[in-house]
C-alpha cells in the first residue's frame, strides 16, 4: 500500500528534522517569555512544546514574565506602575503585587508542566521543575533624582547551581525577582535575567518570544538573519522600532557579546514557532549571531559529500556533467560553496587557463529550496572577483538548459573557439552545450 501524501510528509519532515535532534541534544536553552504569553490560552501548547525539547535531551532553562499579572493586580488596587525614562518604579504596594504575580505564575506553569494524561502530549513525560534563589540583586537606586525603589537589575547568577540542576535533567524555572544579601526583593525585567543566565552559563541559544511585530525589512520580509553588525545597524537606525522590539534587540546584542553563540527572537502568536525554528533549516523567526550562520566561501575537503548531494540530481537531469567524488577531490580546489546552518546550497568553479587570460565556469548550482534568492548572483559575483584579482579577462562557461540566466547577466554568445585550450580538446559534442562568455574589467 502506497503512503498517504500527508504520511510522506510526515516521514521527509520527521526525517529532516533528524541532523536538528541529533545537533542540539545535550546542549543548553535558555528560553524567555512575558507573562502575555503565559496568560494566552494557547500557552499549553507552547509547555508541550517545550516538554518535547526536554525529552530529546536538550538542557532548559525558562525565565517567564508577569507584566500583564502585575498590572491586573495593581488596578484591583487602584494604583499601576509609574515609568520614568523607560524603568518602572516599583513601590511598596507594586512589590506586593509582583511577588503575588510572579508566584501564581510559577505555580500556573508547574502545574501544566506536571500533566500527564494519557492520549495528552504530556503523557509519561514526568518532567521534574526546580525553582530557586538563583539570581542576586541590587536595587537601581535613585538615578536623576528619581527613586526607583524596589526595582532592581542582576548582580550575580548561580551557574553552578543552576548548572547541577539541568545536569539532573530538570527544567530550571527563573521567576522575574531577584534577592539581595540582605534579604531584600527586588523587581526585575525578565528579558535582562534570561541574558544574565545565557551568559552565566554560556548557553548555546538564547530564545525569547516577543509580544510585537516579527522583524521585517522594507519589503515586508522577515528578517530571518542578523549579524551583530546589522543588528546594531538595525538598532541605531531611524526605522520604527516597538519598545519590545527594541529591548530584544539590545539584550540579543549583549548576549552574543558576553559568549550566547545563537539569539533568537520568536513571534509567540505563532502556533508552532519553537519547533519551527529549531527543526528545519529556514526557521521561523530572526535569528542574531556573531558568526554567520550562511556563507560564501572557498571549498575544502570536507564539502566534497555536500556538493555530491547538490549536484547529483543535476547530473541525473543532464544539466550537468557527471563528476566521481574522485574527480571532486582533486579538483576542490576551483569550487566555491554556499554554506547555510551546516549545509551546502549553492556551489561553482573557477578553472582558470595556465597560458591564457581566461577560465572557466562550471558546476554552478543552487538548491531548488533556495532559488530566486541571489545565491547564484553572489557565486557570479565572487568568482568574478577572483579571475579579476587572478588577472583573468575572459570569463567563460558551457551551458544546455540555463543560457537565458547567463545572457541576463552579461554573458554573449560565442562558439568552441572561445574555450581554453584544454577545454576544447575535452568538448562533448553529444551534450552540444553552447558556449557563452563575458569580458572582465577592473
Not at 541529533?22 to 536553552?29: E, I, N, P, S, Y
Not at 507594586?94 to 503575588?100: P, S
Amino acid at each position: 500500500m502506497k503512503p498517504k501524501n500527508t504520511d510522506k510528509q510526515f516521514i521527509e519532515g520527521f526525517r529532516h528534522s533528524a541532523p536538528y535532534i541529533h545537533a542540539h541534544r545535550g546542549r543548553t536553552f535558555v528560553f524567555a517569555f512575558g507573562g502575555e504569553a503565559v496568560a494566552n490560552e494557547q500557552f499549553a501548547d507552547l509547555v508541550h512544546d517545550i516538554a518535547l525539547l526536554h525529552s530529546l535531551g536538550i538542557r532548559l532553562v525558562l525565565v517567564h514574565g508577569t507584566r500583564p499579572q502585575i498590572e491586573q493586580r495593581l488596578k484591583a488596587i487602584g494604583s499601576s506602575f509609574d515609568y520614568v525614562n523607560g524603568l518602572r518604579i516599583t513601590d511598596d504596594a507594586a512589590l506586593t503585587c509582583v511577588k503575588e504575580a510572579a508566584g501564581t505564575v510559577r505555580v500556573e506553569i508547574e502545574a501544566l508542566f506536571s500533566m500527564g494524561l494519557a492520549n495528552t502530549p504530556m503523557s509519561g513525560a514526568q518532567i521534574g521543575v526546580t525553582s530557586g534563589n538563583f539570581v542576586t540583586a541590587r536595587p537601581l537606586g535613585v538615578r536623576d533624582g528619581v527613586d526607583y525603589c524596589h526595582t532592581g537589575e542582576v548582580r550575580r547568577i548561580d551557574g553552578a547551581g543552576i548548572q547541577q540542576h539541568i545536569q539532573d535533567q530538570r527544567i530550571v524555572l527563573i521567576s522575574p525577582l531577584g534577592y539581595s544579601p540582605t534579604g531584600e526583593v527586588f523587581n526585575l525585567s525578565a528579558e535582562e535575567i534570561a541574558t544574565a543566565v545565557a551568559s552565566e552559563l554560556r548557553a548555546d541559544k538564547l530564545i525569547m518570544l516577543t509580544e510585537g511585530v516579527s522583524l521585517r525589512n522594507s519589503r515586508r520580509q522577515l528578517l530571518t538573519q542578523l549579524t551583530l553588525t546589522e543588528a546594531n545597524a538595525l538598532l541605531n537606525s531611524k526605522r520604527h522600532l516597538t519598545d519590545s522590539d527594541r529591548r530584544h534587540l539590545q539584550q540579543a546584542i549583549y548576549a552574543c557579546h558576553t559568549g550566547v553563540r545563537r539569539v533568537h527572537l520568536l513571534d509567540r502568536r505563532q502556533n508552532g514557532v519553537l519547533l519551527l525554528e529549531l527543526f528545519t533549516r529556514d526557521g521561523a523567526g530572526t535569528l542574531i549571531t556573531a558568526e554567520s550562520y550562511e556563507g560564501l566561501r572557498e571549498a575544502t575537503i570536507e564539502d566534497v559529500g555536500g556538493i555530491i548531494e547538490l549536484i547529483g540530481p543535476l547530473e541525473d537531469q543532464g544539466i550537468l556533467v557527471k563528476r566521481s567524488r574522485e574527480l571532486l577531490e582533486m579538483e576542490i580546489n576551483h569550487f566555491f560553496v554556499t554554506e547555510r546552518d551546516g549545509m551546502v546550497i549553492a556551489c561553482a568553479a573557477l578553472y582558470p587557463s595556465e597560458k591564457q587570460a581566461l577560465a572557466e565556469l562550471a558546476c554552478l548550482a543552487v538548491h531548488p529550496d533556495y532559488h530566486n534568492a541571489g545565491r547564484g548572483d553572489a557565486l557570479l559575483q565572487a568568482i568574478e572577483a577572483r579571475a579579476i584579482a587572478a588577472g583573468i579577462k575572459k570569463l567563460v562557461v558551457l551551458t544546455t538548459r540555463t543560457a537565458h540566466w547567463f545572457r541576463e547577466r552579461g554573458f554573449v554568445a560565442g562558439d568552441k573557439a572561445d574555450l581554453p585550450s584544454r577545454k576544447k580538446s575535452l568538448y562533448n559534442y553529444q551534450r552540444n552545450s553552447k558556449v557563452f562568455y563575458k569580458l572582465l574589467s577592473n
